[in-house]
């Protein structure tokens, strides 16, 4: 086992850093946010920083890089207190990946990749229509991380739209079988394949 420290780190490439850094931390979930502004105008981009933070109330987070790296999803957000989050699926990952690039604040990414803007009654941020499992949330708190200048992003969940043969007795979404894929680093896409669910661990 190789040892790298600090000073390795500050040597890399940003690149090479990013690559090595982001892998390190694991295995994320993968999806893409959709919003709008005032206006109707709909975004969408991809994320894989997004965390469980609570269900009752049920809360999920997601880190914004800094402004001027991503501005608009979060100036959405501000905007109308409102996103939503899908996951993606083999299908169509590709044109999720694509939402990535930096096209201005006038262009929608589901025009430049092909994916289909889904609106739903009385919720006014878009949905991914290609997508099997999403879900709709009210903003609850932006939080500056004053380190990197990234924003950790809170919602609460309003809507949640999920298959019913994926979900389990007990409340389980067998992401496996919904085909929802996962992520490794800033550019690697994984399928899932579940090994074992083990019963509540008590002393």
Known sequence: MQHFNHTDFNQWSRIYRANFINSLSGFKSVSLIGTSNKQ?????AI???IIHLGADPALIGFINRPLEAAPHTIANIESTGTYTINHIQESFYKKAHQTSAKYPSEISEFDTTGLTPLWRPSISSPFVGESVIQYA???VEIIPI????TFLVIGTITDAFVSKEWIEDDGFIDLEKAKSITSLGVDGYYNVQKIDRLPYAKP
């Open 137 to 139: 949330l009210q903003l």
């Open 146 to 149: 004053k380190l990197n200048r």
């Open 47 to 49: 994320f894989s920083n």
């Open 40 to 44: 109707g105008q709909p975004n969408l």
